[in-house]
């Protein structure tokens, strides 16, 4: 187990309230993290404490709006620290991932014709795929789709770089599979997408949990995420560069400004929210000056601490529940399985039963306390691929506040099923 985080699970499973909740006379264990984190007391904290001391709408000339404000400024400079941008201002905040990028697409559309392409990945979860491909469909544009190694659940890089040419407009592809946990070579995409001359697009929404983001380091142009994947409330993130976002037009009522960042944050904000993402950013932050044992870290180079201690964490409990997967003969891991390529996966993985119904199977841990997610989680072009339409799989996500003995517990009620 690795000391660093191992040392602190305790205090840091004391910061999440609902890790208390019972389950009949167990303790619930949540493996529902890739659809949804739990959060710390901070960020429930920042959210009450917005709506007792700063509660106004934007722009206003008196004290709560200033303070609001102020919160706001705040909060777009953390977020821009969480993805290692200097430029806070090419932050922008909405309901959720989907949103933000059906608004975008829209906006893109607008730039292309027919004849151009655009490319998607069947391993991506549904809203970096369908926005897209209605777009293209609107502009008359033509789709390209990458296919997915069918053995190891893994885009196939060879099919993309075959179908990438001159008149490919957009790139748009998953850091991560919110399914299966393929890490994708996002960054090799980006280099080649932009050798040909196309913008790239990348959806961070599964992996900002388990890895520090740097979108200048992985080259995209676009990269959206999503606050409650990663400790934090229901706020979507886009972030893009700024020549992009002050050339390209969007879709915005007359009043509102063209300036960054308001431009593409359409109508009234979720203010409580950007708050409390505020403070799940900062939560990571002082999880990475605590492990690294340095209160003087910048809130940057705290989170590259946290994130190495949450890598090596996290990848162990995975991986002892990849190797107590191999004893059951009757389930089927879809993904890598291979420990020596352990760089290649995040801590989610998906399986299926030879008799089972995975609806069956998810009721039946839920009643046990072990909280896991069933169906396709709007991975639809991969169920899809992989044959597995109407019911999908078994999908159990691991994140740092999880422990080795909740693993245990998992595979013991998967060995006896009730």
Same mark, same amino acid.
């Given at each position: 187990?690795?000391?660093?985080?191992?040392?602190?699970?305790?205090?840091?499973?004391?910061?999440?309230?609902?890790?208390?909740?019972?389950?009949? $006379?167990?303790?619930?264990?949540?493996?529902?993290?890739?659809?949804?984190?739990? /959060?710390?007391?901070?960020?429930?904290?920042?959210?009450?404490?917005?709506?007792?001391?700063?509660?106004?709408?934007? @722009?206003?000339?008196?004290?709560?709006?200033?303070?609001?404000?102020?919160?706001?400024?705040?909060? =777009?400079?953390?977020?821009?620290?969480?993805?290692?941008?200097?430029?806070? @201002?090419?932050?922008?905040?909405?309901?959720?991932?989907?949103?933000?990028?059906?608004?975008?697409?829209?906006?893109?559309?607008?730039?292309?014709?027919? @004849?151009?392409?655009?490319?998607?990945?069947?391993?991506? =979860?549904?809203?970096?795929?369908?926005?897209?491909?209605?777009?293209?469909?609107?502009?008359?544009? !033509?789709?390209?789709?990458?296919?997915?190694?069918?053995?190891?659940?893994?885009?196939?890089?060879?099919?993309?770089?075959?179908?990438?040419?001159?008149?490919?407009?957009?790139?748009?592809?998953?850091?991560?599979?919110?399914?299966?946990?393929?890490?994708?070579?996002?960054?090799?995409?980006?280099?080649?997408?932009?050798?040909?001359?196309?913008?790239?697009?990348?959806?961070?929404?599964?992996?900002?949990?388990?890895?520090?983001?740097? /979108?200048?380091?992985?080259?995209?142009?676009?990269?959206?995420?999503?606050? #409650?994947?990663?400790?934090?409330?229901?706020?979507?993130?886009?972030?893009?560069?700024?020549?992009?976002?002050?050339?390209?037009?969007? #879709?915005?009522?007359?009043?509102?400004?063209?300036?960054?960042?308001?431009?593409?944050?359409?109508?009234?904000?979720?203010? $409580?929210?950007?708050?409390?993402?505020?403070?799940?950013?900062?939560?990571?932050?002082?999880?990475?000056? !605590?492990?690294?044992?340095?209160?003087?870290?910048?809130?940057?180079?705290?989170?590259?601490?946290?994130?190495?201690?949450?890598?090596?964490?996290?990848?162990?409990?995975?991986?002892?529940?990849?190797?107590?997967?191999?004893?059951? $003969?009757?389930?089927?891991?879809?993904?890598?399985?291979?420990?020596?390529?352990?760089?290649?996966?995040?801590? !989610?993985?998906?399986?299926?039963?030879?008799?089972?119904?995975?609806?069956?199977?998810?009721?039946?841990? @839920?009643?046990?306390?072990?909280?896991?997610? =069933?169906?396709?989680?709007?991975?639809?072009?991969?169920?899809?691929?992989?044959?597995?339409?109407?019911?999908?799989?078994?999908?159990?996500?691991?994140?740092? #506040?999880?422990?080795?003995?909740?693993?245990?517990?998992?595979?013991?009620?998967?060995?006896?099923?009730?």
């Amino acid at each position: 187990m690795s000391a660093v985080l191992h040392d602190h699970i305790t205090n840091i499973r004391g910061q999440f309230p609902a890790l208390a909740r019972r389950a009949g $006379e167990r303790t619930a264990a949540f493996f529902d993290g890739p659809a949804g984190t739990q /959060v710390p007391q901070c960020v429930i904290d920042a959210v009450s404490e917005y709506f007792v001391q700063h509660n106004a709408n934007h @722009g206003g000339l008196f004290a709560t709006s200033r303070e609001s404000d102020a919160v706001l400024a705040r909060a =777009h400079q953390a977020v821009a620290d969480l993805l290692g941008s200097d430029d806070p @201002g090419t932050v922008s905040f909405g309901p959720n991932m989907t949103t933000l990028t059906l608004s975008l697409s829209r906006a893109l559309a607008r730039t292309w014709s027919s @004849g151009d392409e655009v490319i998607v990945s069947r391993l991506d =979860h549904d809203a970096n795929f369908t926005p897209w491909v209605l777009a293209a469909a609107d502009a008359g544009a !033509t789709v390209r789709y990458i296919d997915v190694d069918p053995v190891d659940c893994t885009m196939d890089l060879d099919d993309f770089k075959a179908k990438l040419n001159d008149r490919t407009r957009l790139v748009a592809v998953g850091c991560a599979s919110n399914a299966v946990g393929s890490v994708n070579p996002v960054k090799e995409i980006c280099r080649l997408s932009r050798s040909a001359g196309a913008l790239t697009f990348l959806d961070a929404v599964h992996f900002a949990p388990h890895s520090l983001i740097d /979108v200048h380091d992985l080259g995209c142009d676009f990269l959206a995420c999503s606050a #409650y994947k990663f400790f934090g409330p229901h706020v979507g993130i886009l972030w893009g560069r700024r020549p992009l976002l002050e050339e390209l037009s969007a #879709y915005k009522l007359r009043p509102a400004a063209d300036t960054l960042p308001d431009k593409w944050m359409t109508g009234t904000q979720n203010h $409580e929210c950007i708050a409390g993402t505020l403070a799940a950013v900062e939560y990571l932050a002082d999880l990475g000056r !605590t492990v690294a044992d340095d209160e003087t870290l910048s809130r940057r180079s705290s989170l590259v601490y946290a994130y190495q201690a949450i890598m090596e964490y996290e990848q162990q409990l995975i991986w002892h529940l990849i190797e107590g997967l191999r004893s059951l $003969e009757s389930y089927r891991l879809w993904g890598i399985d291979d420990s020596l390529r352990h760089a290649e996966r995040l801590p !989610t993985i998906s399986i299926t039963h030879s008799q089972r119904k995975p609806v069956d199977i998810a009721e039946e841990l @839920g009643r046990q306390g072990l909280f896991v997610w =069933h169906g396709n989680y709007y991975a639809q072009p991969l169920t899809e691929r992989l044959g597995l339409e109407p019911d999908g799989m078994i999908r159990v996500g691991v994140v740092h #506040y999880n422990t080795l003995e909740e693993v245990d517990r998992l595979l013991t009620a998967l060995r006896n099923p009730a």
